[in-house]
């Protein structure tokens, strides 16, 4: 009897998850020196734990992105997606507050991407299946 073990090579990145991960991978890197960005002209910015907050989200961020381009974990890439939620929830308030038009046009933007992110994260293979009977 001939049998061949067929080693399960894990989960396989599909193209859209990759440029997913590679957009995660840019939005972390952004929010990595949050913490050593004064408020511009001496305006009153976001609290100081928010920025270290989103330092810290940063970098696991960061580490989470390159182990799932790595490994295709999907651990990894639901941590990844947790940062960037993070993130964004950290942002959103200055929608809401009196702060420049530029910057509330990017944090719209950014809300934009993130969600783009996400979905391109999780997005699954849409090669059909054969249907066997």
């Known amino acids: 009897m001939n049998t061949t073990r067929v080693r399960d090579a894990g989960p396989v990145l599909t193209t859209r998850n990759k440029v997913g991960l590679a957009l995660a991978g840019l939005i972390s890197l952004t929010n990595v020196p949050s913490v050593?960005?004064?408020a511009p002209g001496g305006e009153v910015g976001p609290p100081f734990v928010v920025m270290l907050a989103d330092t810290v989200v940063g970098l696991i961020g960061l580490v989470a992105v390159i182990i799932?381009?790595?490994s295709g974990s999907?651990?990894?890439i639901r941590v990844a997606a947790a940062c960037l939620v993070v993130a964004l929830v950290t942002a959103l308030p200055a929608l809401f507050v009196e702060v420049p038009a530029?910057?509330?046009v990017l944090v719209a933007v950014f809300t934009?991407?993130?969600l783009a992110t996400l979905v391109l994260m999780f997005s699954g293979d849409r090669r059909r299946m054969p249907v066997l009977d």
């Open 36 to 38: 050593l960005e004064p």
């Open 68 to 70: 799932a381009w790595r």
């Open 74 to 76: 999907r651990t990894a």
């Open 102 to 104: 530029f910057i509330k």
């Open 112 to 114: 934009l991407i993130t």
